[in-house]
């Protein structure tokens, strides 16, 4: 097949030093790990992009029911193609502050960095619903340079119809990053978080998101579950949530996760 071109190509040929086509790879796919740094607020689905060519690959079922689609796409423009024609010009830019902040803190920490946010996409019976991207580099070659990673897209339209038009950088154990870019904040319809949360919080906040019990957390964490449970207390103190889902969509509301 030949290579196509897409909009994000706009972005992608600016950094052509750090992602490029597959030369001999030298780590092992960490599945497990990823599916496990999921967000677990609804149906997901995932692919594998070949950052060289933009050939996609390794999908998981879901993909074909969400989107009403009846084969599997081999190509980053026809996932393009799904998102809401509005939303592309945000995407585009998420996508390079996205990639300047990984360049940022440094390539060689790639693999332990997750960026996400969020867009419209069409789904199976003709409507334009939220969806919740994430992206992480999984394969790399012997001069480092970035060769394929995988997307995940959620949906949250049960959740919330708005888009915080957030880019959010995170780590991934052992990594604790946690970087928030605001793209449009004339369009965000929820007030500023109240009170700030702490690192700890933060944290904790992740793991509530994908379906965690405070045991399973404080398990995770080396933490009492007493600890814990204070901890989910003031976080629903500080954002001012009723329960774990409002907590939820009000933290993907205010791009917090």
Known sequence: MNAEKHVLNVVWDDYKREMGPALKEVNKVPYERIIADLLSVGEFYYYTLNIGDSSINNFHENILRLHGIKKYPWHLSEIISLIHPEDIPFVIEAERLAINKLREIGWAHKMNLKSSYCFRMRTGDGTYQLFHHQAL????????????????????QHITAINSYTVLISGISPRTDFYQIGLKPELMLKPSLPQSLTKRELEILKLIAQG????????????????????????LRKTEAKNGS????????????
């Open 137 to 156: 580099t999984i394969k790399e070659d012997e001069s480092g340079k970035m060769v394929e990673a995988i997307n995940i897209h959620t949906n949250i």
């Open 246 to 257: 409002d907590l939820v969509k009000r933290c993907i509301e205010w791009g917090l996760i």
């Open 212 to 235: 965690h019990s405070s045991n399973e957390i404080a398990d995770l964490l080396f933490l009492s579950s007493l600890t814990v449970r204070t901890h989910r207390k003031n976080i």
